[in-house]
T-cell receptor
Framework: EAGVAQSPRYKIIEKRQSVAFWCNPI?????LYWYQQILGQGPKLLIQ????????DSQLPKDRFSAERLKGVDSTLKIQPAKLEDSAVYLC?????????FGQGTRLTVV | SQQGEEDPQALSIQEGENATMNCSYK?????LQWYRQNSGRGLVHLIL?????REKHSGRLRVTLDTSKKSSSLLITASRAADTASYFC?????????????FGKGTKLSVKP
C-alpha cells in the first residue's frame, strides 16, 4: 500500500514569512497526526485529527500554527509568521487503529 | 514535554554484536512502542508492548517492559550495518490513540562493518 505522502521535502524561508506543509495519509486512515521534530530530539505531537475533527491540539502554538483537514483526508499545517526556533522536521502520521505510519517529513529551515 | 528518556544517547558497536537500549518514562501508560529512524527519513514502527506484557520478540528484536520501574529495554541481536539508525521509545497513555505518542530523545546506534 502507498505510504503517507508529504510535501515539500525541504523548505527554507526567512523569519516572519509564512509556510505551509501538505500531508496525504494512507487511504482509509481516519486518524492523522502532525509532529514536530527538532534536531537531536524526539518528535513532539502538535495536533491530532479524527476524520476532519481536532482531537488533541494541546501542544500546538496556536498564535502562529494552524492546521486543517478538510474532507477528512488531506491535511495542511501552516506557520505564520515563522520564527527561527520553528526550524525542524515536520512529520505527518496516520493510523487506522493499529500502528501509526509516518511520512518522510518536511525539513524546514528558518533563516 | 518528553516522557521517555533513552539511554545511552549514542552507542557504537561492531557488526554481529548485540545492542541494548534503555528507556525510562514518567507516567502510567497503555503501551510502549519502539521506532527506528534512519538519517533524513521517517519513523518506522518496530514493536509495541502493552502495559500487561513483560517481554515481546520480533525477529532479532527483544523488548522488555517493567511497569514498576517505568522502564523498557530494546535488544537487537546479531546487529548489522543496516541497523545503524536512531531508535526512539514512545509511550501511549490510557484513552489515547496508537499514534498519539510521547517520544524520548532517542539513542543513536552506529554498527560498524
Amino acid at each position: 500500500e502507498a505510504g503517507v505522502a508529504q510535501s515539500p521535502r525541504y523548505k527554507i524561508i526567512e523569519k516572519r514569512q509564512s509556510v505551509a506543509f501538505w500531508c496525504n495519509p494512507i487511504s482509509g486512515h481516519a486518524t492523522l497526526y502532525w509532529y514536530q521534530q527538532i534536531l537531536g530530539q524526539g518528535p513532539k505531537l502538535l495536533i491530532q485529527f479524527q476524520n476532519n475533527g481536532v482531537v488533541d491540539d494541546s501542544q500546538l502554538p496556536k498564535d502562529r500554527f494552524s492546521a486543517e483537514r478538510l474532507k477528512g483526508v488531506d491535511s495542511t499545517l501552516k506557520i505564520q509568521p515563522a520564527k527561527l526556533e520553528d526550524s525542524a522536521v515536520y512529520l505527518c502520521a496516520s493510523d487506522a487503529g493499529t500502528e501509526a505510519f509516518f511520512g518522510q517529513g518536511t525539513r524546514l529551515t528558518v533563516v | 514535554s518528553q516522557q521517555g528518556e533513552e539511554d545511552p544517547q549514542a552507542l557504537s558497536i561492531q557488526e554481529g554484536e548485540n545492542a541494548t537500549m534503555n528507556c525510562s518514562y514518567k507516567t502510567s501508560i497503555n503501551n510502549l512502542q519502539w521506532y527506528r529512524q534512519n538519517s533524513g527519513r521517517g519513523l518506522v514502527h518496530l514493536i509495541l508492548i502493552r502495559s500487561n506484557e513483560r517481554e515481546k520478540h520480533s525477529g532479532r528484536l527483544r523488548v522488555t517492559l517493567d511497569t514498576s520501574k517505568k522502564s523498557s529495554s530494546l535488544l537487537i541481536t546479531a546487529s548489522r550495518a543496516a541497523d545503524t539508525a536512531s531508535y526512539f521509545c514512545a509511550t501511549e497513555g490510557y484513552g489515547g490513540s496508537q499514534g498519539n505518542l510521547i517520544f524520548g530523545k532517542g539513542t543513536k546506534l552506529s554498527v560498524k562493518p
